[in-house]
């Protein structure tokens, strides 16, 4: 999905998970980095924005991470988990 698609809380923010269902979204940056919901909603210092001229904190996409290990964030180093978890 593309960011200025994605719906947003009643705050405004991005949302963390998606519904119905508690699905876990990450957000990805133009560069190809991976952020958890906190970053791509400018916490923890984050200049995350799809409006942001720099690759590197521009907000492209957001989508429900369904399967596979956790993914640092790019920015926070925070751990972002999957739906259902590990490929077997």
Request: glycine share 10%.
């Amino acid at each position: 999905m593309q960011i200025n698609k994605l719906p947003r809380d009643k705050d405004g923010k991005l949302p963390a998970y998606a519904w119905p269902g508690g699905y876990p979204i990450i957000y990805y940056t133009e560069d190809g980095g991976e952020l958890c919901p906190d970053c791509a909603n400018g916490k923890n210092n984050s200049e995350a924005d799809p409006t942001h001229y720099d690759p590197q904190w521009k907000l492209i996409a957001g989508d429900v991470y369904w399967e596979g290990p956790p993914i640092q964030c790019a920015h926070c180093n925070k751990d972002i988990e999957s739906a259902y978890g590990e490929v077997e």
